[in-house]
């Protein structure tokens, strides 16, 4: 699956880019009020290699939103008090109002990738997680809830690259650890976590994405059409009518 994926794919102009991500964004900005004034909830899950652009493309999702309307919750190991619970306890615990956007990045899926790769997790115990992450997202897509996942995907070779940039880079070298290093060893094993995970986990009620950003201006772009397309057939399946949202 992942093989397939044409990370070719770019934007050559900068100025058409520039163009590009302030309509979108402004775009979303009118969504993200009709979210408020008819109670629809959003979760974005945002999963990715390691330096693939997650961080870039949440950034240009919600620089120009309400910073009222949304909220980014980053995902580290659970603490000694969060593996006392269920391990989606402390996801359910953030997820947003009605009228809110959730942004995850890392999220729930953890269970059946560092946790699987890394044997946090026994394999009854992720394999079981797939059912359970889908009557999660289920319950929340029932709920009037748009769930939305984004693999961010990029080749070995450019992960490499960036790596390396950022180890040079002293505004930027804090983003590189020992860890990122070892999760690289075991790009194989990662590799087949997450083509089980998009398998066994992509439902029309709470698709994957696959971004392709070898080029990050690609992927941002990508990134905030698909969020848009969301939220718009969702409003279109409810009868909303969006054009007060816009102007001329």
């Known amino acids: 699956m992942l093989d397939k994926v044409d990370l070719s794919l770019k934007i050559k102009d900068k100025k058409e880019y520039e163009t590009k991500l302030k309509e979108l964004q402004l775009r979303l900005l009118g969504l993200q009020r009709a979210l408020?004034?008819?109670?629809?909830?959003?979760?974005?899950?945002?999963?990715?290699?390691?330096?693939?652009?997650?961080?870039?493309?949440?950034k240009r999702v919600t620089e120009t939103l309400d910073p009222r309307g949304f909220e980014v919750h980053p995902t580290a190991a659970p603490t000694g008090e969060e593996k006392s619970h269920h391990y989606l306890h402390r996801f359910w615990m953030n997820i947003p109002k009605y009228g809110k956007i959730g942004i995850?990045?890392?999220?729930?899926?953890?269970?059946?990738?560092?946790?699987?790769?890394?044997?946090?997790?026994?394999?009854?115990e992720?394999?079981?997680?797939?059912?359970?992450?889908?009557?999660?997202?289920?319950?929340?897509?029932?709920?009037?809830?748009?769930?939305l996942k984004f693999w961010f995907h990029v080749s070995k070779e450019e992960q490499l690259k960036r790596f390396k940039d950022r180890e040079k880079d002293p505004l930027k070298n804090w983003k590189i650890t020992d860890e990122d290093w070892r999760n690289r060893e075991k790009w194989n094993?990662?590799?087949?976590?997450?083509?089980?995970?998009?398998?066994?986990?992509?439902?029309?009620?709470?698709?994957w994405h696959i971004i392709e950003g070898e080029d990050k201006k690609y992927a941002r772009i990508k990134t905030l059409k698909v969020i848009i397309k969301a939220i718009e057939k969702h409003c279109k399946a409810k009868d909303l009518d969006l054009k007060s949202y816009f102007s001329n």
């Open 104 to 124: 995850f990045d890392r999220s729930w899926y953890g269970r059946v990738l560092v946790e699987r790769v890394e044997k946090f997790a026994a394999k009854e």
């Open 189 to 207: 094993d990662y590799k087949l976590a997450v083509e089980d995970m998009i398998n066994e986990t992509d439902k029309k009620y709470a698709p």
């Open 36 to 58: 408020v004034d008819h109670k629809i909830g959003s979760v974005f899950v945002f999963e990715g290699w390691d330096a693939a652009g997650k961080g870039g493309a949440i």
């Open 126 to 147: 992720w394999e079981r997680a797939y059912g359970e992450i889908n009557h999660f997202e289920k319950i929340l897509s029932q709920e009037n809830f748009i769930v």
